[in-house]
């Protein structure tokens, strides 16, 4: 499975008032590993960064002058993100600059050539409704470095919210590889052959008491990452 972890900036927040993608980043998973492969590009464009983009970002029109524009660099980003999901946080924002920016060269917008697009916001607010969920507090609550980040900028934030996905979509792999299910739906697997286990008899190996200290440890990162809602410890507790 490939995914892409996507981030912009911009020079202000809206589109119809002319503003641009000026940053882009785009970070690699692949089965749920950075595979360490990326595209960071900067943007010239024809306007000045709104001063509160600037106060978040810092990228100046002068540090621009000498960058490609958008439409050099575009068919290397279509091709880096062809046929992978996308994971943005706050999806719609992003995804609307991106897809203006295709639209003034004539291309179709970006979900015609990604397999899905994922707003990580919105995991976050059905993992933790009515708590704040930027990136900066979703690193807070998850433990995740972020002590480089003075300013935005999107490939820090795309790494960053690299490690946010990770840890909001612990446990939720599917049980089944796509190989056992490939295997499964294979004709040849139709014929049925009857075994006799009621003469087997089971080895039972128990736990030792490191890896029993080691099981309790991962449930308890597993616990803490969903702010105590995980189904076995409600179990666990004592009912009055």
């Known amino acids: ?30 089965n749920r590993q950075l595979t360490g492969r990326h595209l960071h590009y900067y943007f010239k464009v024809d306007r000045d960064s709104h001063p509160d983009a600037l106060r978040v970002h810092g990228i100046t029109r002068e540090f621009l002058s000498d960058k490609p524009r958008f439409d050099e660099c575009v068919e290397q980003f279509l091709d880096f993100v062809r ?7 706050n999806a719609a ?18 979900s015609t050539y990604v397999s899905a697009i994922t707003d990580s916001l919105l995991l976050a607010r059905e993992a933790f409704p009515g708590k704040r969920n930027s990136l900066d507090a979703l690193c807070d609550r998850f433990e995740i470095d972020k002590s480089n980040r003075t300013l935005h900028g999107a490939l820090l934030d795309s790494e960053l919210l690299a490690q946010v996905y990770l840890h ?66 409600q179990a666990q507790a004592p009912v009055h």
């Open 1 to 30: 499975m490939r995914q892409i972890i996507m981030d912009t900036e911009t020079t202000g927040l809206s589109v119809a008032e002319g503003d641009r993608v000026i940053e882009l980043a785009c970070v690699e998973l692949q």
């Open 168 to 233: 909001l979509t612990r446990g939720q792999n599917a049980l089944l590889t796509e190989d056992t299910v490939q295997e499964q739906d294979s004709p040849e697997q139709d014929s049925q052959v009857r075994v006799d286990f009621s003469q087997l008899q089971l080895l039972v190996l128990n736990a030792s008491e490191r890896e029993l200290a080691e099981h309790e440890a991962v449930l308890q990162g597993i616990d803490k990452d969903s702010d105590g809602k995980t189904v076995w410890r």
């Open 93 to 110: 924002f992003d995804v609307g600059f991106l897809d203006n920016e295709l639209k003034l060269l004539g291309k179709p917008a970006l």
């Open 83 to 89: 046929d992978a999901e996308i994971i943005i946080h």
